[in-house]
């Protein structure tokens, strides 16, 4: 038997192909309609894998593939409240993983001292909408043609 093996892990040089295999299935499953913080490319991969600045970015690994990808981004920028985003593998979805990455970034947020996380989201993301708001996620407008929400950790 082949136990699967997953971990959260900063992107990092080491995850470079694997992100962008993980971008370019994104992107043939058209998940970039939605989730486009970045192109979806090997390029914007390797740009990720050798990013260093105030922002996080990170995978989750199983057997050395990338299922699953999230970012707290804003810092660079100087945003005290940081955006939220991510995506999960199509092979992986519907498991629990989407929710369980979005409390790490909670979490992880915590420990950067934030007390407030934003997330924009398409309203047609029924499942990402149903999901941020059962997290607690509270849609204040609508920018962009996307929700925007926020959450008091």
């Given amino acids: 038997m082949n136990l699967a093996t997953m971990e959260i892990r900063v992107v990092g040089k080491t995850f470079e192909q694997p992100l962008a295999e993980f971008f370019h299935d994104l992107a043939k499953a058209g998940d970039d309609e939605y989730f486009h913080p970045h192109p979806l490319t090997h390029d914007e991969a390797k740009k990720r894998a050798r990013y260093s600045g105030e922002d996080l970015y990170y995978v989750v690994i199983e057997n050395e593939k990338v299922i699953g990808y999230a970012m707290l981004r804003g810092w660079d920028e100087g945003y005290e409240i940081p955006s939220i985003g991510i995506a999960m593998h199509p092979s992986v979805r519907e498991m629990g993983l ?19 996380i934003r997330i924009s989201v398409y309203q047609q993301n029924t499942h990402a909408v149903t999901l941020y708001k059962k ?19």
Avoid: M, N, P
């Avoid at 989407?98 to 407030?116: S, V």
């Avoid at 204040?140 to 926020?150: D, K, T």
């Fill in 98 to 116: 989407g929710e369980l990455l979005i409390r790490f970034l909670h979490a992880a947020a915590r420990r950067r001292g934030c007390d407030k």
């Fill in 135 to 153: 997290l607690g996620y509270c849609f204040e407008s609508e920018q962009a043609g996307q929700l925007v929400g926020f959450l008091t950790l």
